[in-house]
């Protein structure tokens, strides 16, 4: 059974800084691409970060959090994480961990966590 526990959000002032981390099992996780997506209320769901294959260097991040965020995975520990910093009220959200084989053709998500930046 495939497991994506979120955790590390929470209520944080505007310019601090969270980090979130996703930790996944019964998955081969290297195999794996991993993303973070937010959602606000009242707004679709959005791509915020993704890390691409078993290294760490392949990432993309959406226009709204390039430079402050930043995703990285630990394959040793099954685990993804975001680093979040000078956060804005607008990145307040439920953030979800997601992975991804196009290879086996399979997709996951984890059950979210919130995000709230505070002014």
């Known amino acids: 059974q495939v497991h994506l526990v979120e955790s590390g959000g929470g209520l944080v002032q505007s310019g601090g800084s969270l980090r979130l981390s996703c930790a996944a099992s019964?998955?081969?996780?290297?195999?794996?691409?991993m993303a973070w997506y937010r959602q606000a209320p009242g707004k679709q769901r959005e791509l915020v970060a993704n890390i691409i294959g078993p290294a760490a260097g392949n990432t993309k991040y959406a226009d709204s959090v390039k430079g402050r965020f930043a995703i990285s995975r630990d394959n040793a520990l099954n685990t993804v994480f975001l680093q979040m910093n000078s956060l804005k009220t607008e990145d307040t959200a439920v953030y979800y961990c997601?992975?991804?084989?196009?290879?086996?053709?399979?997709?996951?998500w984890g059950q979210g966590t919130q995000v709230t930046v505070s002014s």
């Open positions: 019964g998955i081969n996780f290297r195999f794996y691409q």
């Open positions: 997601n992975a991804a084989s196009s290879v086996f053709g399979l997709d996951y």
